[in-house]
């Protein structure tokens, strides 16, 4: 696997996070499903593709909010408030719809 550096151009660097989500036991998720307005969405989203996947090891929870964490900390810097604040109310969102306390 090739490490992408900063002096490199974008086109040949990989992109490690993809890879990771492409190959390794995560979730299939439906396209789009971080760009969802609505968190409620994102959240169902997740949820259905957490409880239909056979590749995930942890339980359906688990796995859904690990992908939400995931693309969160991915993203880093590149999310604007308003997007974190989104996906920030989408985890709540997923611990509701699977019975879990809010975080407060």
Known sequence: MTKATSSGSA???DNWSQKVTRNSDAL???KGVFSLKDPVEIARSLKA???QSERRKADPY???MSMLTFY???AGSQLSDAQ???LDQAKDELRELYGRPRRR
Do not use: F, P, V
Request: glycine share 6%.
């Open 49 to 51: 593709s957490a409880e």
């Open 11 to 13: 086109g040949k660097q």
């Open 28 to 30: 299939d998720l439906e």
């Open 62 to 64: 688990r796995s859904a």
């Open 72 to 74: 969160m900390n991915r």
């Open 84 to 86: 974190r604040e989104r």
